[in-house]
């Protein structure tokens, strides 16, 4: 009879579960209440409930999910202040209960996610409410240095996977009443929670208003991740640009938010999304702001180099060995030729095959061990390279030309946008074999006006670029002095253009005569 009841049970539960549209309130009979409580969470371990009697004789249930509350905060600030109090129910929340937040609800759909989340819930005998305390133990790593994004020079704080947390860091840096946080529950399981952060007077409100238009829109079971919700949100979402930057440096954020940009928070990824994001956005590190101008230019400067190498390196190479090689000297063309004398293979597949090599070695290394992972990358590669030329595979100008290839991939500072040239890399390496030279010139047009035709929250893609600003020139392919910063980037259209202000009246500057410097 015992397992025939828990089948019931179970079987309750499971038809209970299926029922999303059950708007009972709470019932007045508190063991029907942990009875009902009970059966939805299928008997789980980690369920406690308890029903005490306080000093006037009300019954009351507790109930709380181990682990996920504090305990001793249940036992000092709850459990021990009821069973003293000689003040009705009603009135608990004013004398009794002297935790931080206690709220009052009557409905299961809103009581839920607080009991799931890690609130501890009251229910006294006869009324048809419960009390929700927050009893909330936050179970958190530490925080570390970037992973993704790191940086020689400025703060080295990233983001954690709590979002409470996250919020923290921005408001410590940015010490603005202006600084608004709104909240957003998503998924209709879990229920999890969405920050959208903004600098209310800097952002525009029609850019704050249409993120949040498209995260209420969103209507899904689970939130596992930021790119998933950064997915469901972007302008295009079916192009392989991304139009989303994602970021783990603290500093960077914030810098994003002074320029009047919108921050998305996600409990559970130490992730944030930075948007709108321009093409250039991808080109930009944390670092660009924390060192020198001439250095950050000249940084800059070598990573546009390596965005030409990685895609345009491998095809010229397949279009003066191939279909054009009346463009190439005699004299080089003679070496090059001469390299292929003896092998199998014609220069295309010697570089969709060193391509391919290139990945499973990277793929290889981040799934190891870190101890191993550089271990493998520089055997690998020095091994693999070594054996595949005196194996007679492929020539030695491929080796040099896909291995500069293959470091120019990552020169981009986002990783979101090395997946996109790498697929913009295979699509060049085809139409160079089909078409040569003028393959290549087609497939380049076509990329710049599918980027010229891309908008992202409003913002065209190319921006400062195209169309031509030449005010947020200042901080695009060259970052400027700061010196000469007066207005924000106008691309994102912010209510505040003005960053820098002049002092108001003659500056008496102090200075230091030569004949006022003397020897001690």
């Known amino acids: 009879m015992q397992h025939i009841q828990q089948a019931a049970d179970r079987l309750l539960a499971e038809i209970n579960a299926w029922n999303p549209l059950k708007p009972d309130g709470i019932g007045k009979d508190i063991t029907a209440v942990e009875k009902y409580l009970q059966t939805q969470l299928l008997k789980s371990p980690d369920f406690i409930s308890r029903i005490i009697q306080t000093a006037r004789g009300e019954r009351v249930l507790i109930a709380y999910i181990d682990g996920l509350v504090d305990t001793t905060m249940v036992d000092q600030d709850i459990i021990a202040p009821l069973l003293k109090t000689k003040v009705p129910a009603s009135s608990w929340n004013q004398q009794s209960l002297h935790t931080g937040h206690v709220s009052q609800e009557s409905r299961w759909d809103k009581i839920w996610p607080k009991l799931l989340s890690g609130n501890t819930i009251l229910v006294p005998e006869g009324s048809a409410y419960a009390w929700i305390i927050d009893t909330v133990k936050y179970m958190q790593r530490s925080i570390g240095r970037p992973e993704t994004e790191a940086s020689i020079r400025g703060p080295q704080e990233a983001f954690n996977e709590v979002v409470l947390t996250q919020m923290n860091q921005i408001r410590r840096r940015l010490r603005d009443s202006r600084l608004s946080f709104q909240a957003i529950q998503l998924g209709h399981l879990d229920h999890h929670q969405v920050i959208v952060a903004a600098l209310r007077g800097v952002v525009n409100p029609g850019l704050l208003e249409t993120v949040l238009y498209r995260l209420r829109r969103i209507r899904i079971d689970a939130v596992p991740n930021a790119t998933q919700i950064g997915s469901l949100i ?287």
């Open 234 to 520: 972007r302008d295009h979402p079916y192009s392989i640009f991304p139009t989303l930057r994602y970021s783990e440096h603290v500093d960077f954020v914030v810098w994003a938010l002074e320029q009047g940009k919108v921050a998305v928070l996600v409990d559970g990824d130490p992730f944030v999304m930075i948007l709108p994001a321009t093409m250039w956005d991808f080109y930009k590190t944390p670092m660009d702001y924390n060192s020198s101008w001439y250095d950050a230019s000249f940084v800059r400067f070598i990573r546009m180099a390596g965005f030409f190498v990685t895609l345009y390196f491998p095809s010229l190479y397949i279009v003066f060995t191939t279909t054009n090689q009346n463009l190439v000297p005699y004299q080089l063309l003679t070496t090059i030729m001469g390299s292929h004398i003896g092998l199998p293979f014609p220069p295309i597949l010697e570089a969709v095959v060193m391509i391919f090599v290139i990945e499973i070695i990277r793929e290889a290394a981040l799934r190891l061990p870190k101890a191993l992972s550089t271990v493998l990358g520089t055997m690998g590669a020095i091994v693999v390279g070594t054996a595949i030329v005196k194996a007679g595979f492929v020539s030695n100008q491929i080796i040099v030309i896909m291995t500069i290839t293959a470091l120019s991939f990552y020169s981009v500072p986002s990783y979101e946008l090395v997946g996109t040239w790498r697929l913009v890399n295979f699509l060049l390496l085809a139409a160079s074999q089909l078409w040569g030279l003028f393959g290549v010139l087609w497939v380049s047009l076509a990329l710049i006006v599918e980027l010229d035709s891309m908008v992202s929250f409003g913002v065209p893609y190319l921006s400062p670029g195209i169309p031509i600003n030449w005010r947020d020139l200042k901080d695009s392919i060259v970052r400027l002095p700061l010196a000469l910063w007066k207005r924000r980037l106008t691309a994102v259209r912010p209510l505040r253009f003005v960053w820098r202000y002049p002092l108001q009246g003659k500056s008496m500057q102090p200075r230091l005569k030569r004949h006022q410097v003397k020897a001690r």
